[in-house]
């Protein structure tokens, strides 16, 4: 496997990319705090800006500090996922009071899913740099880890394993996405023994290019999992086995991964209008339908001949959106990669 070199580039891409959007930070500093209080999105999705969400939170100052993923407990708490290694993991309340935080020693932490059951609540943190998922309770204490699968023929050449983030089906089956790899897609047991895999690069309807999120989807009368293939701006849905259902594309948002709330999917847009453009985030709204119904931070959603228009952001609000987590008021909290490590921002839901 050639993990190593692809690590290193990406380090190298990430480096680059902070520095290339740094100075934008500090001349839309001051149009981003003008919006604190302002309303974005659009038809019943509306929202009022909080900026000063969590802003009493204090910790060392870092500017290279992401905020990856985020996931809400039944408690109500929203856990944030950063690559910190000194706070892995913060929690918060819902006013953004900061409950407490730990650590795992990460130094690439990426994705957080959260698997709910009748009796306990579990994390999955997936860190890129270690190649290893982690299953860890609330509190820090991991209970298993899913390492690289080397044993796999499809990493025995020049093919780099850099997984991103996790999906867990009610089964407790786990799908783990090499995002940052070759976008496979790799189905393990509750037990974390290898299932299958499916996806890959490529130009076919199902292949999947930068499987960056991954999500499980229950809105329907089975559960199927939904893939970001980011390079593509595009949402695939397949079966549990990793048969290919249908694309959902979204030009102009390139979405990191989709978070569903109810009857509608959510989505971090990183970078919008052109792939990397720099300082370009919003968030995107999809009905059952596949329907973008808001845009918050972005434009208003236009369709012509059945198809949305290319997106783009509208409002300087979001750098580089990379997750959303939605509580039981649809309240929506946003958190960023290279945004010089601000704390996520809370969408208030105008009913």
């Given at each position: 496997m050639s993990s190593v070199?692809?690590?290193?580039?990406?380090?190298?891409m990430d480096k680059m990319a902070k520095v290339i959007a740094r100075g934008k930070h500090f001349v839309g500093r001051n149009r981003r705090d003008k919006l604190?209080?302002?309303?974005?999105?659009?038809n019943q999705f509306l929202y009022r800006v909080d900026l000063n969400w969590a802003s009493g939170i204090e910790l060392t100052p870092d500017s290279s500090r992401d905020h990856h993923e985020m996931v809400i407990s039944?408690?109500?708490?929203?856990?944030?996922?950063?690559?910190?290694?000194?706070?892995?993991i913060l929690i918060l309340d819902p006013s953004g009071e900061l409950i407490d935080t730990w650590t795992l020693g990460l130094e690439a932490?990426?994705?957080?899913?959260?698997?709910?059951?009748?009796?306990?609540?579990?994390?999955?943190?997936?860190?890129?740099?270690?190649?290893?998922?982690y299953k860890t309770t609330l509190w820090g204490q991991i209970l298993m880890r899913i390492r690289a699968p080397e044993f796999l023929d499809i990493y025995s050449g020049s093919s780099a394993y850099l997984p991103t983030g996790t999906a867990v089906s009610k089964n407790g089956d786990v799908y783990v996405a090499d995002g940052y790899g070759s976008s496979y897609i790799i189905q393990y047991d509750v037990e974390g023994r290898y299932i299958s895999h499916f996806?890959?690069?490529?130009?076919?309807?199902?292949?999947?290019?930068?499987?960056?999120?991954?999500?499980?989807?229950?809105r329907g009368a089975e559960q199927t999992?939904?893939?970001?293939?980011?390079?593509?701006a595009c949402?695939?849905?397949?079966?549990?086995?990793?048969?290919?259902?249908?694309?959902?594309?979204?030009?102009?948002?390139?979405?990191?991964?989709?978070?569903?709330?109810?009857?509608?999917?959510?989505?971090?847009?990183?970078?919008?209008?052109?792939?990397?453009?720099?300082?370009?985030?919003?968030?995107t709204i999809l009905n059952r339908d596949n329907v973008v119904v808001s845009n918050p931070g972005g434009i208003?959603?236009?369709?012509?001949?059945?198809?949305?228009?290319?997106?783009?952001?509208?409002?300087?609000?979001?750098?580089?959106?990379?997750?959303?987590?939605?509580?039981?008021?649809?309240?929506?909290?946003?958190c960023e990669w290279n945004a010089s490590g601000r704390l996520p921002v809370k969408l208030v839901r105008l009913h």
């Open positions: 070199n692809g690590l290193r580039k990406l380090e190298q604190h209080g302002s309303l974005v999105g659009h039944k408690a109500g708490h929203i856990y944030v996922l950063t690559n910190d290694f000194r706070n892995n932490a990426h994705g957080l899913t959260i698997s709910h059951s009748e009796d306990e609540e579990m994390l999955f943190i997936t860190d890129y740099k270690t190649q290893t998922v996806g890959g690069r490529g130009e076919d309807e199902e292949s999947v290019n930068s499987s960056h999120g991954i999500a499980i989807d229950s999992l939904l893939v970001t293939s980011r390079e593509d949402i695939k849905r397949f079966t549990l086995c990793g048969d290919y259902i249908e694309s959902i594309n979204i030009p102009g948002a390139y979405m990191c991964r989709p978070v569903i709330h109810g009857e509608n999917l959510y989505a971090a847009v990183c970078w919008s209008d052109k792939l990397y453009a720099p300082n370009t985030g919003f968030v208003g959603p236009e369709y012509v001949d059945g198809k949305v228009r290319k997106l783009r952001q509208e409002v300087p609000l979001f750098s580089h959106c990379h997750d959303v987590c939605v509580d039981n008021d649809e309240n929506v909290y946003v």
